[in-house]
């Protein structure tokens, strides 16, 4: 049976001489992995470009209920075109390192639009966002609001990590790094360094690993820190 939804595209794998299999995070159908065949011909039937990290896509699919089927696409097409994010280079790492923690995070069949909403809005941002220091760290703690894990408390990020002995001293230790993510949270200029924004971001990841089990290591951050 054919369904009209709206997705993100994660990643995509070789699969094969000339196939790929997409992972998708759909509105309707949450996180699907898609058998696109044959795009990796000279005249294929989709542009393997519509697969990049992020991308917004409309599209008609064949769908079975069920994980271990891998589903297919009938129609495809761009929802929204990038101005940015595959032409500039730190907007297109940024964007490899949030594909990477969806696909860590998002699962299961049933579609959740208030989520979908805010990763859609929150990509068209990025795309055309003049200001994307921290971008990384105030998408991560709206993600984490989102999946239901972070009660909107910067303290609660840190006593959970001291609680889970990724801190090794009490969180009064931090009250500079709570005021600088709170200061984030809440739209309020905070200068960072590279330093400082790269600490806060491994306090985040800690804190991801807490709630997701095999959530593991972000292998794209090493070349989002080599910018």
């Known amino acids: 049976m054919l369904h009209k939804t709206e997705g993100i595209c994660l990643h995509y794998i070789k699969y094969k001489d000339h196939s790929i299999i997409a992972r998708i995070f759909t509105k309707n159908f949450g996180l699907q992995s898609y058998i696109v065949n044959s795009v990796r011909t000279a005249k294929p039937k989709f542009n393997i470009a519509l697969f990049q990290p992020l991308s917004l896509l409309d599209m008609v699919v064949y769908h ?71 971008f990384l760290l105030k998408f991560m703690l709206s993600l984490l609001e989102h999946l239901g894990v972070w009660n909107g408390r910067i303290e609660e990020i840190f006593e959970h990590l001291y609680q889970a002995h990724y801190l090794k001293v009490p969180i009064l230790h931090f009250e500079q790094e709570i005021s600088k993510l709170t200061q984030i949270w809440q739209n309020q200029s905070c200068p960072l360094d590279k330093s400082d924004r790269s600490y806060l971001i491994d306090c985040l990841l800690n804190y991801f690993r807490l709630h997701f089990e095999h959530f593991g290591e972000v292998k794209s951050l090493a070349v989002l820190r080599s910018l």
């Open 64 to 134: 079975k209920e069920g994980r271990e089927h891998l589903q297919r696409i009938a129609e495809i097409r761009l929802a929204y075109t990038f101005r940015e994010i595959p032409f500039v280079f730190p907007k297109t790492a940024l964007a490899m390192v949030i594909s990477e923690i969806l696909s860590k995070v998002l699962y299961g069949e049933i579609g959740n639009e208030a989520i979908f909403d805010f990763l859609k809005s929150a990509v068209i941002n990025l795309d055309q966002t003049n200001e994307f220091s921290d």
